[in-house]
């Protein structure tokens, strides 16, 4: 299986930033795309940014220009840096990856336990 850790969540002040990271570990094969979501108190969980295994990069239009998604292969992390923060920013964030493991090759995705994220005005 594959546990991820996420770290890096906290309270900001707007206009502040803060980086999260995600750590994926276990018996993988491969990591395929790497993504954040983050889901606001009653509202759907949404696609804030991801990164393909070559580097290519989406975001959402709200945080373009403002977040910043990464990813270091050789340690098997993900990290998103969020500058000049928004209190609707303002969410509990989860890591999304998808891999395959050593003993079965499929794609098979993964969610992080989720960070808090709060932007006060």
């Known amino acids: 299986q594959v546990q991820l850790v996420e770290s890096g969540g906290g309270l900001v002040q707007a206009g502040g930033s803060l980086r999260l990271s995600c750590a994926a570990s276990?018996?993988?094969?491969?990591?395929?795309?790497m993504h954040w979501y983050r889901q606001a108190p009653g509202k759907q969980r949404e696609l804030v940014a991801l990164?393909?295994?070559?580097?290519?990069?989406n975001y959402a239009d709200s945080v373009k220009g403002r977040f910043a998604i990464s990813r270091d292969n050789t340690k098997n992390t993900v990290a998103l840096q969020m500058n000049s923060l928004k209190p609707e920013d303002t969410a509990v964030y989860y890591c999304?990856?998808?891999?395959?493991?050593?003993?079965?090759?499929?794609?098979?995705?993964?969610w992080g336990q989720g960070t808090q994220v709060t932007v006060s005005s």
């Open positions: 999304y990856v998808v891999v395959s493991l050593v003993r079965d090759p499929k794609p098979v995705p993964y």
């Open positions: 276990g018996n993988i094969l491969s990591i395929y795309s």
């Open positions: 990164i393909a295994s070559g580097g290519s990069t």
